[in-house]
């Protein structure tokens, strides 16, 4: 916890399968505490259960539009005031909130990650510590591919439809010109050892 016993705030952004979930779980087990919480803007994903299922397919979800990010924000201000949240879960194969939440209580560290965190200004201007993890265009181009294809139900074409629509345009627009507000830019992905050290020891002074 800081001086001012207000928990820090942590944000780590980065494009598309660029390892900042990977830095970010990789930092939580480093810290060796429960005191903290980890939240993924992802988890925001706007409901679009009211949309016939060919249009939840079609909407841009690489644009902040499709965020809920004032969710987000209300719920980061609340934890750091020391209120407990409910955070949704949001279903990557239907494009839905699904009924459950996740209740979180407050703790001194709050760990943010997500491809845009860093691009818009409110959601910026609440974090203490700025992440943008940076790996090459090729190499998240293929990690997508396999995650979404593995993990979300997928075909390669549409995967590939979606970035050349998409995801490429959004993060040339939106995620790569974000890079300037961070404090830290991590090379390599998100198993860089080194720079986990270096913020695992920052945090860890912080709750000392």
């Not at 279903?91 to 407050?106: A, G, K, Q």
């Not at 992440?131 to 294809?149: E, H, P, Q």
Request: charged content about 30%; glycine content about 4%; hydrophobic content about 40%.
């Amino acid at each position: 916890m800081t001086k001012s016993n207000t928990p820090i705030t942590i944000g780590i952004a980065g494009g598309t399968a660029s390892g900042k979930t990977t830095f970010a779980e990789e930092l939580v087990a480093r810290l060796h505490t429960d005191r903290v919480i980890y939240i993924s803007h992802d988890s925001y994903y706007r409901d679009l259960k009211n949309l016939p299922f060919d249009e939840r397919v079609r909407q841009n979800f690489d644009h902040p539009d499709a965020l809920e990010t004032e969710l987000m924000i209300a719920h980061i201000l609340k934890l750091k005031k020391g209120q407990s949240v409910d955070i949704p879960v949001y279903s990557f194969t239907d494009y839905i909130r699904l009924p459950e939440v996740v209740h979180v209580l407050p703790q001194p560290v709050i760990i943010i990650e997500g491809l845009l965190i860093l691009a818009i200004s409110d959601l910026r201007d609440i974090l203490d510590v700025k992440i943008y993890v940076d790996t090459d265009t090729d190499i998240r181009f293929m990690r997508r591919l396999k995650r979404d294809i593995e993990e979300r139900g997928r075909t390669v074409d549409s995967v590939y439809e979606q970035y050349l629509r998409e995801v490429r345009p959004m993060h040339e627009a939106f995620i790569e010109p974000s890079k300037r507000y961070a404090d830290i830019i991590i090379p390599r992905g998100g198993r860089n050892k080194i720079a986990l050290d270096l913020v695992a020891a920052r945090v860890r002074s912080c709750l000392e």
